[in-house]
């Protein structure tokens, strides 16, 4: 009678067993996740200085690249400028 | 055409002013809301990018087969382009991961391949400057091979595994609630960054001329 107790004990655990593990947390939220709109402002990632980043970083780089540009069009200038000058003094 | 030029870059000009105003009335997307305003620009920066790889790969097939200078000149200018836009398209595209994803930066294969992008490019710009005579040719392989890895870096996530959104995006992007809208402010940001493009090229080039004629001059005075 024991025995047969026993047996039906752990045949029931066994097949329990599985459809324990996979049973659905008591509520959302309590594994370690919290879902990110029910943080505190403090906590949550602002949008808006990564957008703004975005658009200024453009800004900057356009106008770093005119500023190259233009350098290096005035040095190529500069250099003409002062080979001319040089030719024509050699000629005088 | 001097005129044109400057009608050209006034006109540009304006579009980048009136670009904000039109990304700040176009719908939010339903699930990242404000910070999705990255795209207009992000997508734009890499359209002007493809057309620069575009650009820079037959000037560049055309310089080595033809020899042409000019050819030359146009895949320098396009080159140096492509840099610039890829950084920022790499850049916005960190900005916007940072909030969409958590992360600054993944080492996913369209990511990794856009920075492999870049660094080609760099690598083409460095040969142009310290490789001496004779880089051109060498620059212009580069230009080539650079450019064949455009197909690869656009279909890399239909064809990996990956974070990045798929191709399909821009696709269905007219058909969801609200897209019409964005799909228009999209292509006015594209429009405005192809024809930024447009112009850079010309004023690049003009440079690049510049060079050439003062190379000429050298030449002609040690004679």
Same mark, same amino acid.
């Given at each position: 009678?024991?025995? *047969?107790?026993?047996?039906?004990? =752990?045949?029931? &655990?066994?097949?329990?067993?599985?459809?324990?593990? &996979?049973?659905?947390? =008591? =509520?959302?939220?309590?594994?370690?996740?919290?879902?990110?709109?029910?943080?505190?402002?403090?906590?949550? &990632?602002?949008?808006?200085?990564?957008?703004?980043g975005s658009y200024a970083f453009f800004l900057v780089l356009m106008m770093f690249y005119l500023w190259t540009i233009w350098s *290096?069009?005035?040095?190529?200038?500069?250099?003409?400028?002062?080979?001319?000058?040089?030719?024509?003094?050699?000629?005088? | 055409?001097?005129?044109?030029? #400057?009608?050209?870059a #006034?006109?540009d000009a304006a579009m980048f002013a009136?670009a904000p105003?039109? !990304?700040?009335?176009?719908?939010?997307?339903?699930?990242?809301?404000?910070?999705?305003?990255?795209?207009?620009f992000?997508?734009a920066t890499?359209?002007a990018c493809?057309?620069g790889? #575009?650009?820079?790969? +037959?000037?560049?097939? %055309?310089?080595?087969?033809?020899?042409?200078?000019?050819?030359?000149?146009?895949?320098?200018?396009?080159?140096e382009l492509v840099v610039i836009f890829t950084l920022f398209g790499?850049v916005s595209?960190? $900005?916007?991961?940072?909030?969409?994803?958590? !992360? %600054?930066?993944?080492?996913?294969?369209?990511?990794?391949?856009?920075?492999?992008?870049?660094?080609?490019?760099?690598?083409?710009?460095? #040969?142009?400057?310290?490789?001496?005579?004779?880089?051109?040719? $060498?620059?212009?392989?580069?230009?080539?091979?650079?450019?064949?890895?455009?197909?690869?870096?656009?279909?890399?996530?239909?064809?990996?595994?990956?974070?990045?959104?798929?191709?399909?995006?821009?696709?269905?992007?007219?058909?969801?609630?609200?897209?019409? !809208?964005?799909?228009?402010? +999209?292509?006015?940001c594209?429009?405005a960054f192809i024809l930024l493009f447009g112009l850079l090229l010309?004023v690049r080039?003009?440079?690049?001329?510049?060079?050439?004629?003062?190379?000429? $001059?050298?030449?002609?005075?040690?004679?």
């Amino acid at each position: 009678m024991l025995r *047969r107790a026993f047996f039906a004990v =752990s045949c029931l &655990l066994l097949v329990s067993a599985p459809a324990w593990a &996979l049973q659905q947390p =008591s =509520s959302p939220g309590q594994g370690g996740f919290v879902p990110l709109d029910s943080m505190p402002p403090r906590e949550q &990632l602002p949008a808006a200085p990564l957008l703004i980043g975005s658009y200024a970083f453009f800004l900057v780089l356009m106008m770093f690249y005119l500023w190259t540009i233009w350098s *290096r069009v005035n040095k190529v200038e500069k250099e003409m400028h002062d080979l001319e000058r040089r030719q024509g003094a050699v000629k005088r | 055409m001097r005129k044109a030029f #400057v009608a050209l870059a #006034v006109l540009d000009a304006a579009m980048f002013a009136y670009a904000p105003f039109a !990304i700040n009335a176009a719908p939010y997307e339903s699930t990242m809301l404000l910070i999705q305003k990255i795209f207009y620009f992000h997508f734009a920066t890499w359209m002007a990018c493809t057309l620069g790889l #575009v650009v820079c790969g +037959v000037s560049s097939a %055309w310089y080595l087969f033809k020899g042409s200078e000019t050819a030359d000149r146009v895949a320098v200018a396009s080159a140096e382009l492509v840099v610039i836009f890829t950084l920022f398209g790499l850049v916005s595209g960190s $900005l916007w991961a940072r909030k969409a994803w958590g !992360i %600054w930066w993944d080492w996913e294969p369209r990511l990794t391949m856009a920075f492999m992008l870049e660094l080609i490019f760099l690598g083409y710009l460095i #040969v142009r400057r310290f490789g001496g005579p004779g880089s051109e040719k $060498l620059a212009a392989a580069m230009g080539i091979f650079g450019a064949a890895t455009g197909p690869f870096i656009y279909k890399s996530v239909d064809w990996w595994r990956t974070i990045h959104p798929k191709t399909s995006v821009m696709r269905t992007l007219a058909d969801t609630s609200g897209g019409a !809208i964005m799909w228009n402010v +999209v292509m006015f940001c594209v429009a405005a960054f192809i024809l930024l493009f447009g112009l850079l090229l010309v004023v690049r080039m003009q440079l690049e001329q510049s060079r050439t004629e003062l190379d000429r $001059l050298y030449l002609a005075a040690e004679d």
